[in-house]
């Protein structure tokens, strides 16, 4: 069974820092890309940075500068760096993995985690 377990987050000023990570955890689970989403209250999901099994990857414009995704292969964990943090930045950020383990390749998220910056 797949778990990703999400950990970091919590409260920042804005121009102020936070770092998440989330682990991939599952037998024989092979990943095609990690990245994180973010969901601010009102608001539809969306992505804000992915990194695929190659090591590209892609940014929210938004994002763009401030934030980078980083990975540990051997760990199957991901990490987001976000810095210059706004309070536009404030939302529930979800990781996600696409990956497959026993089946098809699929979509597994986290529980999410909440990042709220103060103004």
């Known amino acids: 069974q797949v778990q990703l377990v999400e950990s970091g987050g919590g409260l920042a000023q804005a121009g102020g820092s936070l770092r998440l990570s989330c682990a991939a955890s599952g037998s024989n689970f092979r990943i095609n890309a990690m990245g994180w989403y973010r969901q601010a209250p009102g608001k539809q999901r969306e992505l804000v940075a992915i990194?695929?099994?190659?090591?590209?990857?892609n940014y929210a414009d938004s994002v763009k500068g401030r934030f980078t995704i980083s990975r540990n292969k051997a760990k199957n964990t991901v990490y987001l760096q976000m810095n210059s943090l706004k309070p536009e930045d404030t939302a529930v950020y979800y990781c996600?993995?696409?990956?497959?383990?026993?089946?098809?390749?699929?979509?597994?998220w986290g529980q999410g985690t909440q990042v709220t910056v103060s103004s």
């Open positions: 990194i695929f099994s190659r090591g590209s990857t």
């Open positions: 996600n993995a696409n990956g497959a383990a026993l089946g098809p390749f699929r979509d597994y």
